[in-house]
């Protein structure tokens, strides 16, 4: 699988090239945006692993051009730029799929395995689990056709769960994932918006999807 990455910190785009050649993929390195348009435009690529904030071309206007072009390559966004109107700019642009720095790698193959598992010309799928949907793309939430107004941190918090449907995530992963490592946020937190979370999606309905595993952390849908 041939993988392109385009990223104009150099160090760490020579990280994820050597990280992902373990995994066995042939990786592709453009170091500006204008390169790695060009790349994306005349290359057969399996993914594109996408910064936004890149010299000569951002990565947005990248993304943006090469869909208008028809190109449905997988994108994968790998940004500082962590906001959620960041993350619907991007995904509203054509983008699969979005992480924010720091990462993970163990979290970024696992992407990787995802995005390329999809139909080439889906974009941006609903996430479903049962009776409940989440489109990334639209930021919206409906459960038994019935919309639900998230807040950011919620959205946020129940798109990784349903991301992960069917796995245990930790109080540490979702800190992680949702607040980006700050240090100031502690476990107590995460049970707060699990709270608000279920109040919404579970409590006005009959079923329960959000559960606790004791000792664990927290499941969306059956354990697989």
């Known amino acids: 699988m041939n993988i392109l990455v385009v990223e104009d910190e150099v160090k760490l785009a020579n990280a994820i090239k050597r ?4 995994q066995t993929y042939a990786v592709t390195v453009a170091y500006d945006g204008q390169t790695g348009l060009d790349l994306a435009v005349s290359e057969e690529l399996d993914l594109i692993i996408l910064d936004l ?8 206007e990248i993304c943006r051009m090469i869909r208008n072009q028809g190109i449905h390559t997988p994108v ?22 979005y992480m924010v ?7 970024l193959f696992a992407r990787i395995r995802a995005l390329t598992r999809r139909p080439r010309h889906v974009i941006n799928p609903v996430l479903t689990v049962e009776d409940l949907l989440l489109d990334p793309s639209k930021f919206t939430v409906s459960r038994n056709e019935i919309g ?3 807040s950011s941190k919620e959205f946020a918090l129940l798109e990784y769960l349903m991301r992960n449907k069917g796995s245990i995530l930790t109080k540490t992963q979702i ?7 700050d240090a100031d946020v502690l476990p107590n937190v995460v049970e707060v918006h699990i709270k608000h979370l279920r109040d919404k999606v579970d409590k006005p309905f009959e079923k ?7 000792g664990f952390g927290y499941m969306i ?3 697989e």
């Open 221 to 223: 849908g059956a354990k």
């Open 148 to 150: 639900i107004s998230l």
């Open 19 to 22: 990280a992902l050649e373990i």
């Open 175 to 181: 800190i992680g994932h949702i607040w980006d490592y």
């Open 76 to 97: 994968l966004i790998l940004t500082a730029k962590g906001l959620v109107s960041d993350k619907i700019n991007g995904l509203d642009t054509g983008a699969d799929d």
């Open 208 to 214: 329960p999807l959000i559960m606790t595993v004791r």
């Open 53 to 60: 904030m890149l010299p000569k071309i951002d990565g947005l």
């Open 101 to 107: 720095k720091p990462f993970s790698f163990e979290e």
